[in-house]
C-alpha cells in the first residue's frame, strides 16, 4: 500500500510518496534433504517494509536547488536452511538519507553542489537456546559528503568534467571506528571525426582511525590509489556501426556495511584494486518506430584482494552472506544484448530483450590450493534473461524468463546446485475515469511452478501471483 502526492508551480516543485509491504513468505516447498522427500512449510520468512520519500525543488533564471529525504524501515526473519530445525533469528535495518543539491549554469557548461548524509541501524536478533549461539546486537552508521562538479565545454569538439567528494564514515563501535576518505576525477570527451575518445583518471584517499582491529594497513594509514582510464568509440565507416574500447585501472575500498554489519562483518577487509579492459561493438538499425540494436562485447579483469560475497553459517542451521577477500582474482567473459521495437499504431507497439553473457571468475590465488584456477562459488558461468512484452491501448502484457547455470557452492568446485529456468507473466490495464487514472497490474511469478534454489537449502517461491491497483488523481 503506498501513495504519491505531487505539487508544480511556475518556480517550486515537490513531490512525497510513501509505500509499505508485508508478507509471511511461509510457502509449501519440496524438501529433497529428507529421506523420504516430503511436503513441508518455510518458517520465519516474513518480511515487513516502509519506504518514504520526499522532494523540494525550487527553479531559477540560472539555477536550479532541490532537497532530498528517503526513509527505509525493514524487518524480515531469517528462516533456517532445510535440513535443520527452524530458525527465530530475525534482522532489522533502518536507513534514513537526506540530500542537498545546488546546479548552477554556467557560460559553457554548470556547477554542481551536493550534501549528503546518510543515518543507518541495523539489529540482529538470534534467541537461540543455546548460549553459544544466542546473540543480540545493534550496529550504527553514520556518514556525510560534500561533493563538487563542473562540466565544461572546452571547444566544440573537447568536453572536460572534474570533480571532489569528501565524506567522514563513523560506526558506533565500543572503541571507535571512523575514516575520512577523498576522491578526486578528471575526465574528458575528445571528438575526432568517427572517433570519439573519452580520457579519465581518479584519485582516491581512504584513511580509517580509530580503534580497526586486524586491519592490515593499520589504524590511521591512509590508502591512496590513482586510477586512469581510457575509452574509444570508433565509427568505421557505416552510421549502424560502432565499435568500442576501454581500459584502466580499478580500485574500491571496502564499505562500512562490509567491514562492521552484524553478523557478518569483517573489520580486516582490504581494498580491492586491478586492471580491467573490454572491446566490443554495437550494430543499430532502424528508427524509433522499428528498430533493432545488438551489442557484444569481450572483458577481462585482473583484482587482487577481491572482495567476494558468499553464504556462511553463523549458527546451526543459519546462514547470512559475508563478505571475504579473494587474493587474486582473473575474470574474463563476453556479453550479447539484442533488442527489438516495432510500433504497430498510435498506441500498440511490441517490443523485447534478449541477454546472453559467459564469464569465467577463477581464484588464482595459491597454485597449491585446491580452489586454485576454480569459479568462485555462487558465481554461474552461464546466464540468459528474455522478454517480450505488446502493448495495445491501454492494456500491456508480457513475458520474462531467466536461465541460470550451475553454481558451485564450494570452493574446490566438488558440490553445486542445479541449473534452473523461471517464467513470469504479467499483465497491466489502465483506463481514465475523469479526473483519475485506474492501473490494475497482475504479475504471474514462476509460471511453470519450477523448484530452484538460489543458494543450497534455501528454497524459492512456488508459482504465485503478485496484484497492483494504483489510482492517480489529476485535479
Not at 562492521?260 to 554495437?282: I, K, Q, T, Y
Not at 557484444?296 to 572482495?307: N, S
Amino acid at each position: 500500500m503506498g501513495g504519491v502526492v505531487a505539487s508544480t508551480g511556475s518556480r517550486w516543485s515537490g513531490v512525497a510518496a510513501a509505500e509499505g509491504t508485508w508478507s509471511d513468505g511461509d510457502f509449501p516447498y519440496e524438501n529433497t534433504s529428507l529421506v523420504p522427500t516430503q511436503t513441508r512449510r518455510r518458517q520465519n520468512a516474513h518480511r515487513r517494509h516502509a519506504t518514504v520519500f520526499g522532494k523540494m525543488t525550487r527553479r531559477g533564471r540560472q539555477s536550479t536547488s532541490s532537497a532530498r529525504l528517503w526513509g527505509n524501515d525493514t524487518e524480515r526473519g531469517l528462516p533456517g536452511t532445510a535440513n535443520a530445525s527452524p530458525s527465530d533469528a530475525s534482522q532489522h535495518d533502518r536507513q534514513w538519507r537526506v540530500s542537498i543539491q545546488h546546479r548552477h549554469a554556467l557560460p559553457d557548461g554548470h556547477l554542481r553542489l551536493t550534501v549528503r548524509g546518510q543515518n543507518s541501524f541495523l539489529r540482529y536478533r538470534n534467541p537461540d537456546p543455546d548460549p553459544r549461539f544466542a546473540q543480540d546486537d545493534t550496529s550504527r552508521t553514520q556518514r556525510v559528503a560534500l561533493k563538487s562538479s563542473v562540466n565544461l565545454a572546452i571547444t566544440p569538439q573537447l568536453f572536460a568534467s572534474t570533480g571532489t567528494t569528501i565524506g567522514y564514515d563513523r560506526a558506533a563501535l565500543r572503541d571507535g571506528v571512523h575514516r575520512w576518505r577523498v576522491g578526486t576525477y578528471v575526465d574528458a570527451t575528445w571528438s575526432l571525426g568517427r572517433l570519439t575518445l573519452h580520457p579519465a583518471v581518479r584519485l582516491d584517499i581512504d584513511r580509517p582511525s580509530g580503534a580497526c582491529p586486524r586491519l592490515p594497513s593499520g589504524p590511521g594509514r591512509a590508502t591512496t590509489a590513482l586510477s586512469p582510464q581510457l575509452g574509444a568509440v570508433w565509427q568505421p565507416g557505416p552510421s549502424w556501426l560502432h565499435l568500442k574500447g576501454q581500459i584502466g585501472r580499478a580500485f574500491r575500498a571496502p564499505t562500512f556495511n562490509e567491514r562492521f554489519f552484524v553478523p557478518g562483518g569483517d573489520p580486516s577487509l582490504r581494498a580491492e584494486s586491478g586492471w580491467s579492459a573490454e572491446a566490443g561493438a554495437r550494430v543499430q538499425v532502424g528508427s524509433e518506430d522499428r528498430l533493432l540494436r545488438t551489442e557484444v562485447t569481450a572483458f577481462t579483469t585482473r583484482l587482487r584482494h577481491q572482495i567476494v560475497w558468499q553464504p556462511s553459517y553463523v549458527g546451526p542451521g543459519l546462514q547470512v552472506w559475508r563478505p571475504s577477500n579473494v587474493g587474486r582474482v582473473h575474470t574474463q567473459g563476453i556479453e550479447w544484448t539484442a533488442t527489438g521495437r516495432r510500433r504497430l499504431g498510435p498506441q500498440s507497439m511490441i517490443d523485447g530483450q534478449m541477454a546472453f553473457t559467459h564469464v569465467a571468475a577463477t581464484d588464482r590465488s595459491n597454485p597449491h590450493a585446491r580452489a586454485f584456477d576454480r569459479q568462485l562459488p555462487y558465481r554461474p558461468r552461464q546466464r540468459l534473461k528474455a522478454r517480450a512484452d505488446v502493448a495495445w491501448h491501454g492494456v500491456r502484457a508480457g513475458l520474462s524468463s531467466r536461465l541460470i547455470g550451475p553454481r558451485y557452492v564450494t570452493a574446490d568446485e566438488t558440490q553445486s546446485l542445479d541449473p534452473f529456468q523461471v517464467t513470469d507473466a504479467r499483465v497491466q490495464i489502465q483506463q481514465s475515469f475523469g479526473p483519475a487514472t485506474v492501473t490494475v497490474a497482475l504479475r504471474l511469478k514462476n509460471l511453470f511452478d519450477t523448484q530452484y534454489s538460489v543458494v543450497r537449502l534455501h528454497p524459492m517461491p512456488p508459482r504465485h501471483v503478485r496484484a497492483r491497483l494504483t489510482i492517480a488523481f489529476d485535479p
